[in-house]
């Protein structure tokens, strides 16, 4: 059986209840799988070079290790051609079509939920980033003084383009080294400041963002995101044949396939990002903004939206969910 046979064949709630045992920590991010399964599901398979993928049991040779089952290899190839592959079950392993759709579905999305989201984390994870903030740039400049101040010389290389390598992992990650006081201190303050510039770098790149042009949003309508105590976002897509209930399926989205502890939030974005060449009719978007309000229960909740430039039909909608 092909992977495409078994994903036509399980229906993404009969998975479901065997996913969220396996994801317990991350019942918030549901959605997101459904949004990955249903592309599998209207995706063409591709033609040439089928592969076969391997499920099978790994670990458990070290003692208290625990074993757990493997599926591989899924990542060495597009989606297309992961969809064409026969999957191979060892004779020791015993699931239910149900519970091997979702090891395939957890397995197949583990560096994103979309072959366009698995690019944008190779290209953050590979390629240099250049600052593009003041807190980027005042991260990289603290990052440049950690390597070239506290990590000897011999284990220091540059890249092409400037990035900063170590021959090995400094030993200021990798060991607990005896330290004196006024070290323990200046490392405790460099990681404060890290943790610090990295977050604010993200809020100034999201405000950018919402603030774009094309946006409903100006600087000045979401520039308190710097301020706020805590945040969560949240992005959805809409994975529909044609122009039909686009909001329809984000909408069930959030209120079906995602648990969120509302109370912890007292404040929420909603940005709607839709398809020069597709638009949403007003009274689409006047149920949809209607619908989340009564679904939050906030009485502070902005609704914003925005543009993009696509052949594609797809609306995309980002949630900040924010303690003010």
Excluded at 307 to 320: F, G, H, M
Aim: charged share 30%; proline share 3%; aromatic share 12%.
């Amino acid at each position: 059986m092909t992977l495409k046979e078994l994903v036509m064949k399980v229906d993404f709630d009969s998975l479901r209840p065997h996913l969220e045992k396996f994801e317990p920590e991350h019942l918030d991010n549901i959605y997101a799988f459904r949004e990955a399964y249903d592309i599998l599901r209207r995706m063409t398979p591709a033609k040439n070079g089928p592969h076969e993928i391997h499920v099978s049991w790994s670990g458990g040779e070290m003692e208290g290790e625990e074993k757990w089952i493997r599926v591989h290899p899924m990542h060495e190839v597009s989606w297309e051609e992961d969809l064409a592959a026969d999957v191979v079950v060892a004779d020791d392993i015993h699931l239910t079509n149900e519970e091997l759709a979702m090891h395939c579905l957890w397995e197949i999305t583990y560096w994103g939920f979309s072959p366009q989201e698995q690019l944008e984390t190779f290209n953050r994870r590979f390629n240099h980033h250049k600052p593009a903030n003041q807190y980027e740039i005042a991260l990289d400049k603290l990052e440049e003084s950690i390597w070239k101040h506290q990590t000897p010389r011999r284990l220091r290389c540059r890249g092409e383009n400037g990035e900063r390598y170590t021959t090995r992992q400094s030993t200021r990650y990798l060991f607990n080294e005896r330290k004196n006081r006024s070290k323990r201190k200046r490392e405790y303050r460099q990681d404060k400041r890290e943790e610090y510039l990295k977050r604010m770098a993200a809020r100034e790149n999201l405000i950018t963002q919402l603030s774009a042009e094309g946006s409903s949003f100006k600087r000045s309508d979401v520039d308190f995101l710097l301020h706020i105590e805590y945040g969560r976002q949240y992005d959805y897509l809409s994975i529909t044949s044609g122009t039909y209930g686009r909001l329809d399926y984000i909408l069930e989205s959030i209120t079906k396939y995602q648990y969120l502890t509302l109370e912890k939030y007292n404040n929420a974005i909603v940005f709607i990002i839709v398809p020069t060449c597709y638009p949403l009719t007003k009274p689409e978007l006047n149920r949809f903004n209607e619908a989340i309000r009564l679904h939050l229960g906030y009485d502070d909740i902005l609704f914003g939206t925005s543009t993009y430039e696509s052949s594609r039909q797809d609306v995309k909608v980002r949630l900040l969910l924010n303690r003010l």
